[in-house]
């Protein structure tokens, strides 16, 4: 498709909506590709205020703050909160109300909260699984955070099972919806992330030797 640095890809283009509309800035979010590296920041939300844009970048684990313009990259939030080197947050949604900005982690099922007026993380706190949208209530006192898993894939092995709404499977899904009062994260609330995150970790011990290893592929169903 191209050169991986052309300032089509991974980039924020801003529209002057007027009676000819014209782009006005094209700006590169993420760090440079270099070598085989393939791929690129993936812009996954979006949402601004009058001071500024605020997007998130799914494969960099972060929120960038970009003026109001759309020329300028003012400084990145960090989203993780393991240790360096681990990744995986996948920031896929934004909701900003007042000085807060709220980030849908679909990686670690989560939601972050951003302070606006330092940009630093006030912390993260469970929801469901594979949250992929936020969104404020009008009181501002609520979030209602969208999982697009949610409770996983349903059955659909006969006609005495119940279906979720036919046999394809991406009709299967449980979607749900997680309803969450502002002010709550806390370090309390992000170390009860990085604890459902680090489960499979807990009292396990050296593995048996293993000498044959059976994987039984179902097709057309995936297994994370």
């Known amino acids: 498709l191209g050169n991986f640095n052309a300032d089509r890809g991974s980039s924020l283009w801003t529209y002057?909506?007027?009676?000819?509309?014209?782009?006005?800035?094209?700006?590169?979010?993420?760090?440079?590709?270099?070598?085989?590296?393939?791929?690129?920041?993936?812009p996954s939300a979006l949402v601004a205020n009058n001071?500024?844009?605020?997007?998130?970048l799914a494969h960099e684990d972060s929120?960038?703050?970009?003026?109001?313009?759309?020329?300028?990259?003012?400084?990145?939030?960090?989203?993780?909160?393991?240790e360096p080197g681990l990744r995986g947050v996948m920031p896929s949604g934004l909701a900003l109300k007042e000085d807060r900005l709220y980030v849908a982690e679909?990686?670690?099922?989560a939601l972050a909260t951003i302070d606006l007026r330092s940009n630093t993380v006030i912390g993260h706190e469970p929801v469901g699984w594979n949250p992929s949208a936020v969104t404020t209530s009008s009181d501002g006192r609520k979030l209602f955070v969208v999982n697009t898993k949610g409770k996983g894939t349903g059955p659909n092995?006969?006609?005495?099972?119940?279906?979720?709404?036919?046999?394809?499977?991406?009709?299967l899904a449980f979607g749900s919806i997680s309803t969450v009062s502002t002010g709550r994260a806390s370090q309390d609330t992000t170390a009860a992330v990085i604890a459902n995150n680090r489960a499979a970790?807990?009292?396990v011990g050296a593995l048996p030797r293993l000498k044959h290893i059976f994987f039984v592929i179902r097709e057309n169903r995936t297994f994370d």
């Open 16 to 42: 002057s909506l007027g009676s000819a509309p014209a782009v006005t800035a094209k700006l590169r979010l993420g760090g440079t590709i270099k070598g085989r590296t393939v791929g690129g920041s993936a």
């Open 51 to 56: 001071e500024h844009v605020y997007a998130a």
């Open 63 to 82: 929120v960038v703050v970009v003026t109001a313009d759309g020329e300028k990259i003012e400084s990145e939030v960090a989203l993780s909160p393991f």
């Open 106 to 109: 679909a990686g670690i099922n």
């Open 157 to 171: 092995g006969g006609s005495a099972i119940p279906k979720a709404g036919g046999a394809y499977i991406g009709e």
């Open 201 to 203: 970790l807990a009292g």
